[in-house]
């Protein structure tokens, strides 16, 4: 019953529109329906630090001279990325329009190689005073696009070894390292040392070059990579610096930087210091000992030459001994052996102003 008055108000309707009308009188348009977006191809930002959902305006448009009740519907086969829709049904008044939003939303760290396509149908469901617009009547519209997961560059620099480097004027030292691509995409990294110049001022030169760039896949390691740092060949004191090595992604100017900071201390030879003699080569623990045992032999020789003059003193000051005419010469050489056991200890005995005097002369 419902269905065939519904077709009775069809028939109506089909009549109102082929009557004739007067001059004065707008001809009215037959129901219909426009659908459109503003963007067709939106770019998911999948960035892990500052990604988030995209979202799009699309608008249904009601063209003709009848009220009509719109119904929105989606085509989309998304596995990772979920699509939505603010609203699905519209009240549209005839010649007027309605907005509504599209929004995509997926997982941080979506490759960039996921593209998903999508269809938007509008279809006319209720026109005027006739409701359950039949579909027979191709009143409906429709708007497709694709969307993208917009790359982004993430690059990680790795020196294993971060100690300071030791150079002599004119050594070498070479920096090894690699990058990691945590990106969404394969990625043309470069690592270089950004302090170039002061380095150059400072007379450092670099062999190989101040850089190094490869294309790193997604997720990937690059191969064991290096630099080299050549120092001055003459300077006039040690000096440290800092060399600077700098990880960019080309993908994406805007992605961040990883740093990485080694010390460089580079010492100045014997001629520049003015040593000479190898003297460069004695450590301050050897100079000290040497100086030590110096001291010891030169306190010796002056408690040597200290004694000898007080010995000396002292023999000058006793009376040399001549023995009687008369006296056999066995008499006499058993006196003198006598008189010399008695000097001598006169010469050790407790009194030492002679030391101090010989001491003083000294």
Request: aromatic share 8%.
């Amino acid at each position: 019953m419902v269905t065939s008055q519904r077709w009775v108000l069809l028939a109506v309707f089909m009549m109102a529109m082929t009557m004739p009308v007067s001059v004065s009188s707008q001809v009215p348009t037959m129901p219909g329906v426009e659908i459109d977006c503003e963007e067709k191809q939106p770019s998911l930002n999948v960035h892990p630090l500052d990604g988030e959902p995209v979202e799009i305006t699309c608008t249904v448009t009601n063209p003709s001279s009848w009220d009509e009740e719109i119904s929105v519907e989606k085509e989309w086969d998304g596995v990772e990325v979920e699509m939505t829709l603010s609203e699905d049904t519209f009240s549209v008044s005839a010649g007027d329009e309605e907005d509504f939003t599209v929004t995509f939303t997926g997982p941080k760290r979506l490759s960039s190689s996921v593209t998903y396509d999508f269809t938007l149908t509008a279809v006319v469901t209720n026109v005027g005073f006739i409701p359950d617009w039949p579909e027979a009547f191709g009143t409906n519209a429709s708007v497709s696009g694709d969307l993208n997961v917009a790359t982004f560059g993430m690059v990680d620099l790795d020196i294993t070894d971060r100690s300071t480097r030791t150079l002599e004027q004119g050594g070498e030292v070479k920096i090894s390292f690699q990058f990691q691509n945590n990106g969404n995409d394969d990625d043309k990294i470069r690592v270089s040392i950004v302090n170039v110049a002061e380095l150059e001022e400072a007379g450092f030169t670099f062999p190989d070059g101040t850089f190094v760039s490869e294309t790193v896949s997604e997720d990937g390691t690059s191969t064991m990579r290096e630099l080299t740092i050549r120092a001055p060949s003459s300077i006039e004191e040690d000096l440290r610096l800092q060399a600077l090595f700098q990880a960019e992604s080309d993908n994406d100017p805007d992605a961040g930087l990883s740093e990485v900071s080694i010390s460089l201390q580079l010492e100045a030879s014997a001629s520049s210091t003015g040593l000479g003699g190898g003297l460069e080569e004695v450590s301050k623990d050897d100079l000290v000992l040497y100086g030590s045992i110096a001291g010891g032999v030169i306190f010796m020789l002056v408690i040597a030459v200290a004694l000898a003059r007080t010995l000396r003193r002292r023999a000058n000051n006793q009376p040399s001994y001549i023995p009687p005419m008369d006296m056999e010469d066995d008499e006499a050489e058993e006196e003198e052996d006598e008189f010399d056991f008695e000097d001598l200890d006169d010469l050790f005995g407790d009194d030492d102003n002679d030391l101090d005097e010989a001491f003083a002369d000294l």
